[in-house]
């Protein structure tokens, strides 16, 4: 059974930088895509960063320069790294695996979620 479980959220000044982390558990990375999405009150869940098993890297066009997305497979885990928070960053951060790529950043692309992890971003 496969089982996402993120942490390194917390509240930090804007300017501050964060690292998310995604445990994953009981998973396959061959050919699949693994991604954050993340998802403010009252908002859709929305596109952050997904990559390949094989390395390839894609970005919400508004978060590319500010966010990393790095897979750890030796360690089964997924990273987020972001840098420069802004207000408008603060979310539920979601990971989420098992994506064909066909779509890398679909929500609907990918079979498994995780709980999250809250990013609170002041002012």
């Known amino acids: 059974q496969v089982q996402l479980v993120e942490s390194g959220g917390g509240s930090v000044q804007a300017g501050g930088s964060l690292r998310l982390s995604c445990a994953a558990s009981?998973?396959?990375?061959?050919?699949?895509?693994m991604g954050w999405f993340r998802q403010a009150p009252g908002k859709e869940r929305e596109e952050v960063a997904a990559?390949?098993?094989?390395?390839?890297?894609w970005y919400a066009t508004s978060l590319k320069g500010r966010f990393t997305i790095a897979l750890d497979k030796s360690k089964n885990a997924l990273y987020l790294q972001m840098n420069s928070l802004k207000p408008e960053d603060t979310a539920m951060y979601y990971c989420?695996?098992?994506?064909?790529?066909?779509?890398?950043?679909?929500?609907?692309?990918?079979?498994?979620w995780g709980q999250g992890t809250q990013v609170t971003v002041s002012s």
């Open positions: 990559i390949h098993s094989g390395g390839s890297t």
């Open positions: 989420a695996a098992g994506g064909n790529c066909r779509r890398p950043l679909s929500q609907y692309d990918y079979y498994y």
């Open positions: 009981g998973y396959t990375y061959s050919s699949r895509c």
